[in-house]
Every structure is written in structure tokens, then in C-alpha cells.
């Protein structure tokens, strides 16, 4: 179970529900904003995204005062609870388990798993490198972290079972074979052949003071920014009449494209950096969003994933070291040697159902293992 809001959860969803199928598993993949009652889901996930574009200050402060104010965070897990019932009536016989990645599904799942209405194990895979309050939900059998630092955050805020699993990213997202791949990605998709390029990414509804990101870049005379703008045509203008370089908007081939370029700035700590470290390129974080692009800085910043430019100022130093140092190496074998879709079947209990036919992963997914 995931929820339709950008498009990290349902990356993680996707992937995750791809691994299982391979082990044997037949995946049913719902989106939580679905199983709310009347057109809540869809109002929900509009309103996250005007915050975002219009006043993503007030999303940082909504943010922050989940930590600080318990009731307000009991009024976002009721939310959740909304979608309990008409959830439980779509999980099919034969389930063994069930796996979200979006918080207030694991607030509808806790909630059944406490009240005995939900007798497989549930477990949350956490999609972020930082952990807030919504994420962590009493009734969750197991929480999957992406790193000790996610884990150790996941544990303060009363998570019981918390192992740590390597991120789920696409196989697609993998180093140029060499430096002809490289020069061929970039003719692809037309953009500079010579120089170093960094790719400036903003989710898929490319939110974010993005801009002045690519205006910074173009001043430290180090990079060449490319700007994937997602679905946002405003910003894919306002980025092209600048003149910093070249502004995209869909791609559907990110790892061709990451492939193509030197760096990565990133402003919200999600799946993209996660996807930019597999394809061996360094990350940056820089002018990120309030809230959960901040925190998700700090956490990738203390896991030595990726620096965080606070400072306008700070930007050029770290540019210059990521483009003359290698990136860290990711994942750390020494930490991150779990599968996540491994642990999932572990806790599963190992079953395997090969009768039922697979279900195509939606672009909303959600999992719900059967």
C-alpha cells in the first residue's frame, strides 16, 4: 500500500512489489488515497500539492509540530483510521502479509493490527532517510529503515522491530559502462557534450525554489545545470528563458539521464538521490523544502550520503569536491546487506503462491503480498 503524492512511494512500492514477484509471490498493489470515503484522497493529495508549490513554509511548520504536538499527530493518524474498514474489505483470501510505504496507511494497518481485525503481519519500508512521527505506527509488526541513522530515529519514536534494509532501487539505476555510454546519453537527450553537467532534480511536480538553484549552479562557473522539471511546464519556461541550461520536463529514462551527468542536486532527500547514489553519481542537497526535504538533508548528510549546502556560499566548495571525488560507495555492504524484499518474505513466513495471477503494478502502488 502506497499513496499517489509525488512519486517516491510508489517508486518503492513498484520495486518492491517487482522483487516479490520474482520470489514467488503474487502482489496486489491498492493506493491508500483510494480507500478513502467519497473524494477525500483526491482533495488530499491536491492540497499537498498546491502547500508545496504556493506555501511550502506552512507544509515545514505542519511538519515540525507533528513532533511537538501529540494531538495534532493523533488527528493525522485518524485520518488514516478513515480508510481501515473499506481497506480490510479489499485484501483478498490468502493474504500473508502486507507492506506499506506511505504513513497514513501504516496508520490504517496498525490500527487493524491492534484491534484484531488484521491477522498477517504488517510492515512499513520507510521511504525516507529521515523518520517523523506518522511514519512509525503501533500495531506494525516491523519497520524497514534504509540506514541505521533512519533506524536509529524509527526506535526513539517507539518502533519496536527496526532492521535496517538497502533502499529499493530500480536495477535500471546503475554507473555508465564508459565514457562512450556517457557521450551517448547526452547526444540522447540533447544536451552539452563537454563539461561537467549537474542534474538538478525537484520530484515529479518539480517544487522547490529551483530557479535560483539553477541560476547558483550557472554562477559558480563549476557545472552546466540541467533541470528536470517533472510536470511542472511553469517552472520548465521560467528555467529555459533564463538561459542557465537546458530545462526537461517527463523523462521517462531517469537512469540514461543520470547516467549523462557528473552530479546531482536534489531539495527533498527522496527517492531521486537514493536512485542518483545507485547510478554512482554524488549528491548534493541544496535549497531543500521545509519539513521532510530538510530533515531528510540533515539524515542523509549524517549517513555521509550526501553534504547539504545550507549556505548559498557553501555550494561552490562542495560542488568542486563531488566533481573530483569519488561518490560514497552506496549501499554500504557492511550495513545495508539486507534485501528488503528478503526481510519481507522472512516475515511473511516464507510462503510462496504461484496460483493466483500477478497484478500489474499500477503507477499508484501499494502492497499487499498474497
Known sequence: M??????????????LARRLRTEGFSVECLDFLDMLPVAFGRVLRQAYALQLRVAPESWGQLFTELHRRPRLAATAQGVGGLAARRLRRRLRPGTTAVVSTYPLASQALGRLRRRGLLDVPVMTYLTDLSVHPLWVAEGVDAHLALHPVAALQALRLGAEDVRVAAPAVQPAFRPAESAL???????????????PLALVVAGSWGTGDILTTAQDLAESGLATPVVVCGRNETLRKAVTRSGTGPALG???D???????????????????????????LPVISYRCLPGHGSTNAA?????????????????????????????PSFPDERLM????????AEIAGGSRVTDLPPVAVEPAASEVLS
Open 181 to 195: 555510454e556517457r557521450a551517448a546519453e547526452r547526444v540522447r537527450f540533447g544536451l552539452p557534450e563537454d563539461g
Open 299 to 327: 539524515a542523509l548528510d549524517e549517513a555521509g550520503w550526501a553534504p547539504w549546502a545550507r549556505r548559498p556560499e557553501d555550494l561552490p566548495e562542495l560542488l568542486a569536491s563531488a566533481l573530483t571525488r569519488p561518490a
Open 337 to 344: 546487506a539486507s534485501d528488503p524484499a528478503g526481510l519481507i
Open 2 to 15: 502506497s499513496a499517489g503524492v509525488g512519486a517516491g512511494h510508489d517508486g518503492a512500492a513498484g520495486e
Open 250 to 252: 517527463w523523462v521517462d
Open 254 to 280: 531517469m537512469p540514461a539521464l543520470m547516467r549523462s551527468c557528473d552530479v546531482v542536486i536534489q531539495n527533498a532527500g527522496g527517492l531521486s538521490s537514493l536512485e542518483a547514489l545507485a547510478t554512482g
